[in-house]
């Protein structure tokens, strides 16, 4: 089956731009994550959706991120007033778990932002 | 506070050979999960091997396998006979039984010496 799929694969905007990045996890894994990737780092957990639930948006790092997840399938993570700082990949991941970690996660390709 | 740390920024290995790469964890849980993930230049993070905490035998998975060491909170991945294929970013990364959050190392290079 296919597998986590994110768009855009790249995304360019102006400093002071909105911008919206899309993912489609795995069909009927209940469990879809947002993570930060800075260059030569590893990822940093941003948020978590258990079906349409935001259980957990601790990694969100001001409150011009949010993050949805309406129907408890695609999730949209959006930057608003976006910052140079905000240049990153941003990687999605599902898995068929609720809170616990004994199921893998399953990572799509990610969107690597670039900030002018 | 919860760590996961990689010491070897890069290594580099001919093809055929066998390399290892580490990893050390810090956590007061006795219930995780430990996972080797490998992240190609296409930036797709892919499952390489896991590993649970309350099992002593070392996960293996064809050409990589692992040796865990609970006691010195070591997990260290030795992949076989390495390919061309294998170069990319390899993190280790752990998340407890009770929390979904995966604790993530800073990565190490693989590179592959043709």
């Known amino acids: 089956g296919a597998g986590v799929s994110q768009s855009p694969r790249y995304k360019v905007a102006k400093r002071g731009q909105d911008v919206a990045l899309r993912c489609d996890p795995i069909?009927?894994?209940?469990?879809l994550f947002w993570y930060q990737q800075a260059l030569g780092q590893g990822p940093e957990f941003l948020t978590y959706?258990?079906?349409?639930?935001?259980?957990?948006k601790s990694g969100l790092p001001s409150d011009r991120f949010f993050a949805e997840r309406p129907e408890g399938s695609v999730s949209t993570l959006k930057i608003q007033r976006t910052q140079q700082e905000d240049s990153a990949v941003y990687l999605c991941?599902?898995?068929?778990?609720?809170?616990?970690?004994?199921?893998?996660?399953?990572f799509g390709d990610g969107t690597r932002l670039s900030i002018l | 506070a919860q760590t996961v740390t990689q010491s070897q920024p890069e290594m580099s290995v001919q093809e055929a050979e066998t390399v290892t790469l580490s990893c050390t964890y810090d956590?007061?849980?006795?219930?995780?999960?430990l996972f080797w993930y490998k992240q190609p230049p296409s930036r797709q993070m892919i499952l390489v091997i896991r590993?649970?905490?309350?099992k002593q035998q070392n996960a293996t998975e064809n050409r990589f396998s692992v040796n865990f060491q609970k006691a010195a909170k070591s997990f260290s991945l030795k992949i076989s006979d390495s390919q061309l294929g294998d170069a990319a970013m390899y993190f280790c990364a752990y998340n407890v039984d009770s929390n979904y959050q995966l604790i993530w190392g800073a990565g190490t290079k693989l590179i592959i010496k043709p």
């Open positions: 956590t007061s849980e006795s219930d995780y999960y």
């Open positions: 069909s009927g894994h209940v469990s």
């Open positions: 959706f258990q079906n349409e639930a935001q259980l957990d």
């Open positions: 590993q649970e905490a309350y």
């Open positions: 991941a599902s898995s068929l778990a609720g809170t616990l970690g004994n199921q893998p996660q399953h």
